[in-house]
């Protein structure tokens, strides 16, 4: 069943396509050598190209080109050899040129497709139209001073791609989860480090509602909203919107919105009769930017794996395909993971991973960049279980103290004694010790009352503080039993 | 003989032999500026004490044995080149206050190889102009004169006006200058001297302050073809801060000047020979190839058939990348800032632009924004780049029969100051023969080769291959040894 919006027609049907723009990972900018940290004083990373000097001229960035290439790489897409920077003409403070550099006509990539995954267990492709390079704009503050505007020109010139979607999306999840997908593509290569709340990520929502069967009616698209939460939040605002518009007799009118997190609605930044004429025509400056294909191919063959791979690997490897989409989500989590598993039972290092350890790290608020626990040391904790040296209760016992102390389960099974009692005569010694201590309770089980046993069998654990060996302990009640 | 009546290469020559010093020349040539710059307004910023104490500077270099190509040469630098700490102004109100803290690589190149700087000579404002007109800080006169009216004060042609009127005027040994359309080769000729537009790409235009990206390339004006040579040679180079900077290496232009003539096939372009084009033209262009002829070279009438759309393309090309490249002067960063205490961003930017641009730049600004605009672009600016490419086809074929072309290098002498102001399509023709050479990106020289009734030189334009300025220094050279044009302009240093 897909997804509508109930209107007082009828259900309607949600259109929503997305341009994302994702800052590229570089250290100097798309045009000059300046540098693209994030949270620099304002103004310090600027060059004489940036602020749009007379006489400076845009000097394209290799490893920016290469970032490119590997994104369309990584999305499946075509790789044009020839591209070219066109100029996209308009006036504002934070732009010093006075032109933002685009590829408008000829982007270095061509379509392209992103699977998806839904909550229902389904996947869906989405179609990519394009991917060009641009420079970002500077920023403008207009909070600093009650009368004038500051401007911070350390983005300026920053390279960012303009990742384009077809309108392929039909509910507020599948757009989340398009930019989900995205965000982890770029971040498995290493291409966008995906901080949204850095604005290193921002996307502009596209949306359109219809009947079922209908061609697309007019689309608004909202500006630069900067989490996924708020884009599925913004395509359900504006979609409700424009179904009020069309239900009373209106006509959604094309143009540009903007989403107001605060109130949960999209608010009119400028109509289509406002709409610049960017008057796009080649830079003059920059020569069309040609690629080699041997260039592009070595590129290629030294992509890391992307999560749909490793995903596949993973459920070969024995996990579910839930697992394995959990465990790949963040390639900070796959490599947790991997480095667990190694050479250890797959679904075990899972179980671990995604149970003790997501929970130490959302009780302790650290991260799997930084997790409570080290990766080698879940793994040692796994060879302990194994070899027999800890039970598994022994073994939460262990982690949560590797939690609390960092310290490797070596030591701490050495600090504490928590080496499980695997000496038969040493635990029939114990066990019978408690057949004698509760003779009434053996009379009882002898006259048929087997569910004592577990009482034996758990009387003999806490004798031993929980260190004999689960089986063992079994099979000695048992022989002593009779 | 005085200082500033030496060639370039003389002035080397008696560098290096010791008859003169740097210092000597610089204090000449600025001598001769203290007394003419007040009438012709050639340079907007006279570097005197900076230009001395390099010229001191360039002497103990020379006495410890470390000259450079060019050291100890006083220069004059058109301002749209960007000079460190030299207000830098490109002729516009708007750049009025503008001290770039970078040096252009173009004049950086001069200064490495030992040259002295005089000051920033004028221009057309962005070096929008062909009569140094339009520049905010005045207009330069021509030191030249009609004989039979020398009352009327002449126009230098421009944009390179200043750099022109300046050497000409024996107020600098030679100059840089930029070329878009003809403003290297219109003022050479108008004003009796030598230029050369080098092939697009060949010098770095890092640092010069932008008029048409596609077409603006730096080139020297001097007294000599061999001056050009020897500051062409300087000038050029691969810059990687430029990628329209072709990689490629320079060679010794001035060897070049001397190859001879012998056994080149001259090419005559018929599409040249204007309707009501001055007969004297006509005959000085034909004098020229027979002097060619003369000395071995073959003329072969060839056909550039686009050539009547030349101009509209240029004039759609240029003013589009220019409307584009001015943006920036938004008074927000650097530059002039004119604003209401009330003003908000927009009112700012229409107040700024309105008093810092002219009128010439104006115009051009809007034709760049109508001919880009939406429903227009194709109608304009697709076509002019479309036939852009056909022209530069012509010479493609062209230049597989001949290896120079010669034409002349304007369709008249320099004209009075106040003529041709009425009409802008009027001084828009005066670059009928040169944007071709820009359209095409192809190297093309002026050099003087007579004087017409009233005593007014006229030049010749040698168009060569891409990346040949070497044939283009060879005909160049053939052409004013047999002119042996030893003509002076009245306003001169040193008399």
Same mark, same amino acid.
């Given at each position: 069943? %897909?997804?509508?919006?109930?209107?007082?027609?009828? !259900?309607?049907?949600?259109?929503?396509?997305?341009?994302?723009? @994702?800052?590229?990972?570089?250290?100097?900018?798309?045009? %000059?050598?300046?540098?693209?940290?994030?949270?620099?004083?304002?103004?310090?990373?600027?060059?004489?190209?940036?602020?749009?000097?007379?006489?400076?001229? !845009?000097? #394209?960035?290799?490893?920016?080109?290469?970032?490119?290439?590997?994104?369309?790489?990584?999305?499946?897409?075509?790789?044009?050899?020839?591209?070219?920077?066109?100029?996209?003409?308009?006036?504002?403070?934070?732009? !010093?040129?006075?032109?933002?550099?685009?590829?408008?006509?000829?982007?270095?990539?061509?379509?392209?497709?992103?699977?998806?995954?839904?909550?229902?267990? %389904?996947?869906?492709?989405?179609?990519?139209?394009?991917?060009?390079?641009?420079?970002?704009?500077?920023?403008?503050?207009?909070?600093?001073?009650?009368?004038?505007?500051?401007?911070?020109?350390?983005?300026?010139?920053? @390279?960012?791609?303009?990742?384009?979607?077809?309108?392929?999306?039909?509910?507020?999840? /599948? *757009?989340? *989860?398009?930019?989900?997908?995205?965000?982890?593509?770029?971040?498995?290569?290493?291409?966008?480090?995906?901080?949204?709340?850095?604005?290193?990520?921002?996307?502009?929502?596209?949306?359109?509602?219809?009947?079922?069967?209908?061609?697309?009616?007019?689309?608004?698209?909202?500006?630069?909203?900067?989490?996924?939460?708020?884009?599925?939040?913004?395509?359900?605002?504006?979609?409700?919107?424009?179904?009020?518009?069309?239900?009373?007799?209106?006509?959604?009118?094309?143009?540009?919105?903007?989403?107001?997190?605060?109130?949960?609605?999209?608010?009119?930044?400028?109509?289509?009769?406002?709409?610049?004429?960017?008057?796009?025509?080649?830079?003059?400056?920059? !020569?069309?930017?040609?690629?080699?294909?041997?260039?592009?191919?070595?590129?290629?063959?030294?992509?890391?794996?992307?999560?749909?791979?490793?995903?596949?690997?993973?459920?070969?490897?024995?996990?579910?395909?839930?697992?394995?989409?959990?465990?790949?989500?963040?390639?900070?989590?796959?490599?947790?993971?991997?480095?667990?598993?190694?050479?250890?039972? @797959?679904? #075990?290092?899972?179980?671990?991973?995604?149970?003790?350890?997501?929970?130490? #790290?959302?009780?302790?608020?650290?991260? #799997?960049?930084?997790?409570?626990?080290? @990766?080698?040391?879940?793994?040692?904790?796994?060879?302990?279980?194994?070899?027999?040296?800890?039970?598994?209760?022994? *073994?939460?016992?262990?982690?949560?103290?590797?939690?609390?102390?960092?310290?490797?389960?070596?030591?701490?099974?050495?600090?504490?004694?928590?080496?499980?009692?695997?000496?038969?005569?040493?635990?029939?010694?114990?066990?019978?010790?408690?057949? /004698?201590?509760?003779?009434?309770?053996?009379?009882?089980?002898?006259?048929?009352?087997?569910?004592?046993?577990?009482?034996?069998?758990?009387?003999?654990?806490?004798?031993?503080?929980?260190?004999?060996?689960? *089986?063992?302990?079994?099979?000695?009640?048992?022989?002593?039993?009779? | 003989?005085?200082?500033?009546?030496?060639?370039?290469?003389?002035?080397?020559?008696?560098?290096?032999?010791?008859?003169?010093?740097?210092?000597?020349?610089?204090?000449?040539?600025?001598?001769?500026?203290?007394?003419?710059?007040?009438?012709?307004?050639?340079?907007?910023?006279?570097?005197?004490?900076?230009?001395?104490?390099?010229?001191?500077?360039?002497?103990?270099?020379?006495?410890?044995?470390?000259?450079?190509?060019?050291?100890?040469?006083?220069?004059?630098?058109?301002?749209?080149?960007?000079?460190?700490?030299?207000?830098?102004?490109?002729?516009?109100?708007?750049?009025?206050?503008?001290?770039?803290?970078?040096?252009?690589?173009?004049?950086?190149?001069?200064?490495?190889?030992?040259?002295?700087?005089?000051?920033?000579?004028?221009?057309?404002?962005?070096?929008?102009?062909?009569?140094?007109?339009?520049?905010?800080?005045?207009?330069?006169?021509?030191?030249?004169?009609?004989?039979?009216?020398?009352?009327?004060?002449?126009?230098?042609?421009?944009?390179?006006?200043?750099?022109?009127?300046?050497?000409?005027?024996?107020?600098?040994?030679?100059?840089?200058?930029?070329?878009?359309?003809?403003?290297?080769?219109?003022?050479?000729?108008?004003?009796?001297?030598?230029?050369?537009?080098?092939? +697009?790409?060949?010098?770095?235009?890092?640092?010069?302050?932008?008029?048409?990206?596609?077409?603006?390339?730096?080139?020297?004006?001097?007294?000599?073809?061999?001056?050009?040579?020897?500051?062409?040679?300087?000038?050029? =180079?691969?810059?990687?801060?430029?990628?329209?900077?072709?990689?490629?290496?320079?060679?010794?232009?001035?060897?070049?000047?001397?190859?001879?003539?012998?056994?080149?096939?001259?090419?005559?372009?018929?599409? +040249?020979?204007?309707?009501?084009?001055?007969?004297?033209?006509?005959?000085?262009?034909?004098?020229?190839?027979?002097?060619?002829?003369?000395?071995?070279?073959?003329?072969?009438?060839?056909?550039?058939?686009?050539?009547?759309?030349?101009?509209?393309?240029?004039?759609?090309?240029?003013?589009?990348?220019?409307?584009?490249?001015?943006?920036? +002067?938004?008074?927000?960063?650097?530059?002039?800032?004119?604003?209401?205490?009330?003003?908000?961003?927009?009112?700012?930017?229409?107040?700024?632009?309105?008093?810092?641009?002219?009128?010439?730049?104006?115009?051009?600004? $809007?034709?760049?924004?109508?001919?880009?605009?939406?429903?227009?672009?194709?109608?304009?600016?697709?076509?002019?780049?479309?036939?852009?490419?056909?022209?530069?086809?012509?010479?493609?074929?062209?230049?597989?029969?001949?290896?120079?072309?010669?034409?002349?290098?304007?369709?008249?002498?320099?004209?009075? $100051?106040?003529?041709?102001?009425?009409?802008?399509?009027?001084?828009?023709?005066?670059?009928?023969?040169?944007?071709?050479?820009?359209?095409? =990106?192809?190297? =093309?020289?002026?050099?003087?080769?007579?004087?017409?009734?009233?005593?007014?030189?006229? =030049?010749?334009?040698?168009?060569?291959?891409?990346?040949?300025?070497?044939?283009?220094?060879?005909?160049?050279?053939?052409?004013?040894?047999?002119?042996?044009?030893?003509?002076?302009?009245?306003?001169?240093?040193?008399?």
């Amino acid at each position: 069943m %897909s997804y509508t919006l109930e209107g007082r027609t009828g !259900p309607w049907e949600i259109v929503v396509g997305l341009e994302v723009h @994702a800052q590229v990972t570089s250290n100097a900018k798309l045009f %000059s050598g300046a540098a693209t940290a994030f949270g620099a004083a304002p103004n310090t990373q600027v060059s004489f190209i940036d602020a749009g000097f007379p006489g400076m001229l !845009p000097v #394209i960035n290799r490893e920016c080109v290469a970032q490119a290439v590997r994104t369309g790489l990584g999305l499946k897409a075509q790789i044009n050899l020839w591209s070219r920077f066109d100029r996209k003409n308009y006036f504002y403070a934070d732009l !010093p040129q006075g032109y933002q550099i685009s590829q408008y006509a000829h982007p270095i990539v061509g379509e392209g497709a992103i699977e998806i995954e839904l909550a229902d267990g %389904s996947t869906k492709t989405v179609g990519i139209t394009r991917l060009h390079l641009e420079q970002d704009a500077g920023k403008s503050l207009h909070d600093q001073h009650p009368t004038k505007s500051y401007i911070d020109l350390n983005r300026s010139g920053v @390279a960012l791609m303009e990742i384009v979607s077809e309108p392929d999306m039909r509910s507020p999840e /599948e *757009a989340g *989860a398009y930019l989900t997908k995205l965000r982890q593509i770029l971040r498995y290569l290493g291409t966008c480090d995906g901080n949204m709340d850095e604005g290193s990520m921002r996307a502009d929502v596209n949306v359109s509602v219809r009947k079922a069967g209908e061609g697309y009616r007019t689309r608004c698209e909202v500006k630069n909203v900067n989490s996924i939460r708020f884009v599925m939040q913004a395509v359900e605002a504006e979609a409700r919107r424009q179904i009020e518009i069309w239900e009373e007799g209106g006509t959604v009118e094309q143009e540009t919105r903007l989403f107001d997190t605060a109130r949960g609605v999209t608010r009119s930044m400028r109509s289509k009769e406002d709409a610049h004429d960017y008057r796009y025509f080649p830079d003059p400056d920059l !020569p069309p930017l040609v690629l080699e294909q041997n260039w592009v191919d070595q590129l290629k063959a030294s992509l890391p794996e992307l999560p749909d791979e490793r995903r596949a690997r993973y459920v070969a490897m024995g996990l579910s395909p839930y697992d394995a989409h959990v465990l790949t989500l963040e390639k900070e989590t796959a490599a947790y993971f991997e480095t667990v598993a190694k050479g250890r039972d @797959a679904k #075990i290092a899972a179980n671990w991973v995604m149970g003790d350890l997501f929970a130490a #790290i959302n009780r302790t608020r650290t991260s #799997i960049a930084e997790p409570p626990v080290k @990766a080698e040391y879940l793994g040692v904790l796994l060879d302990l279980m194994k070899d027999g040296t800890l039970s598994g209760k022994l *073994a939460k016992e262990v982690f949560e103290a590797m939690v609390e102390t960092g310290r490797s389960p070596g030591a701490i099974v050495e600090e504490r004694g928590l080496r499980q009692v695997t000496d038969t005569g040493a635990i029939e010694r114990i066990v019978a010790q408690v057949l /004698e201590a509760n003779a009434d309770k053996v009379a009882e089980y002898k006259s048929g009352k087997e569910k004592l046993f577990g009482f034996f069998v758990g009387q003999t654990m806490k004798a031993m503080q929980g260190k004999g060996n689960p *089986a063992l302990v079994n099979e000695a009640v048992k022989k002593l039993l009779g | 003989m005085h200082p500033t009546d030496f060639s370039l290469r003389g002035a080397i020559e008696a560098l290096n032999e010791g008859l003169i010093s740097s210092v000597e020349l610089t204090r000449a040539h600025l001598d001769g500026i203290e007394k003419l710059n007040p009438r012709l307004n050639a340079y907007i910023t006279v570097m005197a004490e900076q230009a001395l104490a390099q010229a001191r500077a360039s002497d103990a270099r020379r006495a410890e044995g470390v000259a450079g190509p060019l050291e100890g040469v006083p220069l004059a630098i058109k301002d749209l080149f960007c000079t460190a700490g030299t207000l830098t102004t490109a002729g516009s109100r708007i750049l009025g206050n503008f001290v770039p803290p970078y040096e252009s690589t173009v004049s950086a190149n001069l200064l490495r190889d030992g040259a002295v700087f005089l000051g920033k000579v004028n221009l057309d404002e962005f070096a929008m102009g062909s009569s140094n007109t339009t520049s905010a800080f005045g207009p330069v006169e021509n030191p030249w004169s009609r004989a039979n009216d020398p009352d009327t004060r002449l126009v230098p042609g421009g944009s390179s006006g200043g750099s022109a009127a300046a050497v000409a005027a024996r107020l600098a040994l030679g100059a840089t200058a930029t070329d878009t359309g003809g403003s290297i080769r219109q003022p050479a000729a108008f004003c009796g001297i030598a230029g050369i537009k080098p092939t +697009y790409g060949r010098c770095s235009r890092w640092g010069v302050v932008a008029f048409a990206s596609s077409l603006d390339q730096a080139g020297p004006v001097a007294r000599t073809v061999e001056d050009c040579a020897i500051l062409l040679k300087s000038m050029a =180079g691969f810059d990687p801060k430029d990628s329209t900077s072709a990689d490629v290496p320079v060679p010794d232009f001035a060897a070049a000047c001397a190859r001879g003539v012998k056994g080149l096939r001259i090419g005559v372009p018929k599409e +040249y020979r204007l309707e009501g084009m001055p007969a004297e033209i006509g005959a000085l262009w034909e004098q020229g190839l027979q002097w060619l002829r003369d000395q071995g070279a073959e003329t072969v009438e060839i056909s550039l058939p686009h050539t009547k759309y030349a101009l509209p393309t240029y004039y759609i090309v240029a003013p589009a990348e220019a409307s584009s490249n001015l943006a920036r +002067y938004d008074g927000v960063r650097f530059g002039l800032r004119e604003a209401a205490k009330d003003s908000d961003l927009k009112d700012l930017y229409e107040r700024t632009r309105a008093a810092g641009f002219g009128p010439e730049v104006k115009r051009r600004i $809007m034709i760049g924004t109508y001919v880009l605009s939406a429903g227009y672009y194709d109608a304009y600016y697709l076509k002019a780049q479309k036939i852009r490419a056909l022209i530069k086809r012509d010479f493609d074929d062209a230049f597989r029969t001949v290896d120079a072309i010669v034409t002349p290098a304007t369709p008249s002498a320099a004209f009075g $100051m106040d003529e041709k102001q009425d009409d802008p399509v009027t001084m828009y023709l005066n670059d009928v023969f040169t944007v071709t050479a820009n359209l095409a =990106g192809l190297p =093309g020289l002026a050099v003087p080769a007579g004087l017409d009734r009233q005593g007014l030189p006229l =030049g010749l334009q040698v168009i060569g291959r891409a990346f040949d300025e070497e044939t283009v220094f060879a005909v160049g050279a053939a052409i004013e040894t047999a002119a042996d044009f030893r003509a002076v302009p009245t306003l001169r240093a040193g008399v």
